[in-house]
Structure formats: C-alpha cells, structure tokens
Nanobody, 123 residues
Framework: VQLQASGGGLVQAGGSLRLSCAAP????????VGWFRQGPQKDREFVAS????????LYADSVKGRFAISRDNAKNTVYLQMNNLKPEDTSVYYC?????????????????WGQGTQVTVSS
C-alpha cells in the first residue's frame, strides 16, 4: 500500500513543479487520491483531491487557479502540477489514497499516506 511522492525541489517564486504520486494498483484502484502539505511549524493542510475516474476535483482556495491535479490510472500515478509558485507554498507535500471513489478535504477521509516530497520556493 506504499505511496511514493516525488518531484519536489527548489524553485524560484513564479516557477513551476510537477509532483508525482505512484502506488500499487490495488492502492489506487477505485479510490480517490489527495495531496496535502505541511509547512514548517504548521498543521497539515489539504491541497487538492481527485476522484477515481478523474471527473471530480477539489482544490484549496489558496492554490485554486495555480495548481492542477490529474491522474493516469493506467500508470497508477497521480500528478500535481504547480504553477506560479509562491514562498508560502514551501512545504512537504504528501499524497494519500482514500478507500472510496470520491473524497474531500479532510485528512480523516484518507487511509494510506506516502512519505512526502519537499518543495521549497525562494523569493
């Protein structure tokens, strides 16, 4: 059930990164997937989620219009395209899988979590 997030790094403000989250098919199959982040000395917060077939997406207000979540079920991978990054986006980003096709913004809805990938945005 291990999820593996990758794609983080150091980028200047205004730049872009694409995060990937890969997992075994049984972890993603029929399940929604979400991205969360946790900045220094901050609580974990919701970023975006996508339903099993990709027809429903949900975003935090802070990233709406800048981030885009997508998935390729044939590759068992979920992506988070992050554009126009800001210093306040600096966080460790985690992907998580729910046990149902649709899920929301609560971390309690997600059962399986990856180890996270660091994103640092310099000003």
């Amino acid at each position: 059930v291990q999820l593996q997030a990758s794609g983080g790094g150091l980028v200047q403000a205004g730049g872009s990164l694409r995060l990937s989250c890969a997992a075994p098919k049984r972890t993603f199959s029929n399940n929604a997937v979400g991205w969360f982040r946790q900045g220094p000395q901050k609580d974990r917060e919701f970023v975006a989620s996508i339903s099993w077939r990709g027809e429903n997406t949900l975003y935090a207000d802070s990233v709406k219009g800048r981030f885009a979540i997508s998935r390729d079920n044939a590759k068992n991978t979920v992506y988070l395209q992050m554009n126009n990054l800001k210093p306040e986006d600096t966080s460790v980003y985690y992907c998580a899988s729910a046990r149902r096709p649709y899920s929301g913004s609560s971390s309690l809805d997600y059962n399986y979590w990856g180890q996270g990938t660091q994103v640092t945005v310099s000003s």
